[in-house]
């Protein structure tokens, strides 16, 4: 009996917030398509609610008698818009609310695939789908939305990106709160377990297991041990310590998989924060050696930060997925706040932090007013980021309506709490009203 | 099945004796122990072993949640296996 390393691992889940952040089944729904719209949202009902019977029980089973806490428990389905294009429906809200159904009758926390791909152009069910976006985020609770708009490989879809700024603003006028249940993606994952951008991909097996670790708190412990010391040592703890995090997703996924019956898919390697004290990624960069997050050298910091736990957690499991980084999001990051609040980081350096970690402006919330071609381009900027860089970026901003910089909007849970932020003013309106097809980049062509 | 035990708790007269005699009272057989004083906390840890025909992991779990609550220890019980998954390679 190594009592060193029990202690370590019980440490680790007790005062360090080791968790298992998700355990997301995807679900393929191709198989529930059909030209009549009610008999398709039947299969689609049936066929989650068949698929995932015991997910919440085996999850529940694990966390039993592993001692490891599982946070979410999730489901993540083929995007809707190319399932219900056969019907003929002209809205697809009423999709929207059978997932909603098929979540509650399971008891998970959240599905995902309200969802198209327009990255390349529309078929006639994205479009469809977009427009429902506000209408379906407002009558359902449990439901993500998430849209890709651009990729490496096809450029970014301008038109789409002009579309969602005003669907964003929609949503906010009907409810600030429910634009964190969608994000706008460039090269969106097939195999993310995380939400609200989870949905399963079109190349994905019929129903698969991924599971999204945390820990952002071991690794904050782990770096004070190594205080003063080179760049060097950081990295390496950092790995370290993101081998031992990973293997427990490893170790967790694969007995969840086993208990279910359905193929293990992939550990996504993500540093995710929540709003409770410890559990920030902006306190790793503080303990990095910055005075505060929104500092010179904070995008080197996280970098580093974002390539180690890469490299530590590749070994530790056998297939790596997902987004696979350091996240970002602002109202789940208590430090994160603290910094906003007090004028330490503002959206500029955000955005440059999103090209070296995952995913992208997450979960952060503008002033009421701003323009539907504001936000727009800045989901055009986040999108120009991942196309060129080959990376997963999104954007997922609050316009909190009726509020300013200096005020804040709740969420509640392990959404927190987000500071409203100032953005620039100057507008994109006439770059975006241009519409039309930003070409890949020339490193697309690898053939 | 396998798990191993922690027990964590103000140190006090007789806490090896009320956690030994509760796991004979389940039929756990003891194959490890160690236990040690830190910053006056008393830790010990325990490898246990059982029939799982017998008792369930859950069952085990409840009686050692009532013996901690009783008595003033934080008391948890794992599966073994997940111990070995994270720190061997």
């Known amino acids: 009996m190594e009592s060193r390393s029990i202690l370590e691992t019980i440490q680790m889940v007790a005062e360090e917030n080791l968790d298992i952040r998700t355990i997301t089944m995807g679900i393929s729904l191709f198989d529930c398509i ?27 089973q694990i966390q039993t008698e592993y001692g490891v806490p599982i946070i979410n428990k999730r489901i993540a389905v083929t995007p809707i818009a190319l399932i219900a294009a056969a019907s003929g429906d002209t809205d697809y809200v009423a ?115 991924n599971v999204g670790i945390s820990g952002p708190g071991v690794v904050k412990r782990a770096l004070e041990q190594v205080r003063g010391q080179s760049i060097d040592v950081v990295s390496e703890q950092i790995k370290k310590t993101a081998f031992k995090v990973t293997r427990m997703g490893q170790f967790v996924g694969s007995i969840a998989a086993k208990r279910l019956k359905v193929p ?120 120009a980021i991942g196309m060129i860089n080959n990376k997963t970026t999104a954007v997922r901003v609050i316009p909190a309506t009726g509020q300013q910089v200096g005020d804040s909007i709740e969420f509640g849970g392990l959404f927190g709490r987000a500071p409203i932020m100032a953005v620039n003013p100057s507008q994109p309106t006439a770059f975006v009203q241009r519409g039309g097809h930003i070409p890949a980049p020339i490193h697309s062509f690898k053939n | 099945m396998k798990a191993i035990i922690t027990v964590v708790g103000q140190d006090q007269v007789g806490i090896v004796a009320t956690v030994a005699n509760e796991l004979a009272h389940l039929n756990i057989n003891i194959v490890d122990i160690s236990q ?54």
């Open chain 1, 95 to 209: 999709y929207a609310q059978t997932m909603e159904q098929a979540a509650v009758a399971l008891g998970v926390d959240l599905i995902g695939g309200f969802s198209a791909l327009v990255q390349k152009g529309y078929q006639s069910g994205d479009r469809k789908l977009i427009a429902s976006i506000p209408q379906a985020l407002a009558e359902t609770s449990r439901v993500c939305s998430s849209v890709n708009v651009g990729s490496t490989r096809a450029g970014i879809n301008l038109d789409a990106v002009g579309e969602m700024g005003h669907i964003i603003k929609q949503i906010a006028a009907k409810d600030p709160v429910n634009c964190m249940s969608l994000v706008v993606f460039a090269n969106a994952v097939d195999d993310n377990p995380f939400m609200a951008g989870a949905f399963h991909g079109v190349g994905e097996a019929d129903r698969v297991i």
């Open chain 2, 36 to 89: 040690t004083l830190m910053d006056h906390n008393f830790t010990m840890m325990l490898s246990g072993e059982w029939d799982d025909h017998q008792l369930s992991f859950a069952d085990a779990k409840t009686a050692l949640d009532a013996l901690g609550e009783q008595s003033g220890l934080t008391i948890r019980i794992q599966r073994q296996a997940l111990f070995d998954a994270i720190q061997k390679l």
């Open chain 1, 34 to 60: 059909d030209s009549d719209g009610a008999k398709a949202r039947q299969k689609i009902y049936d066929k989650i609610t068949t698929s995932a019977r015991d997910l919440v029980k085996v999850a529940d």
């Open chain 1, 264 to 383: 293990f898919g992939i550990v996504d390697l993500s540093l995710a924060p929540t709003p409770n004290e410890g559990d920030s990624v902006a306190e790793i960069l503080e303990e990095i050696g910055l005075e505060s997050v929104g500092a010179p050298g904070t995008t080197a910091a996280l970098a580093l930060l974002n390539d180690a736990v890469k490299k530590g957690g590749v070994m530790a499991c056998e297939h790596v997925g997902g987004l696979s980084g350091a996240f970002i999001p602002v109202s789940e990051d208590a430090e994160m706040i603290r910094a906003v609040e007090a004028g330490r980081l503002g959206i500029e350096k955000l955005e440059a932090m999103t090209a070296v970690c995952s995913v992208g402006l997450d979960m952060i919330a503008v002033p009421g007013d701003t323009t539907a071609a504001t936000i727009s381009g800045m989901i055009a900027d986040e999108a």
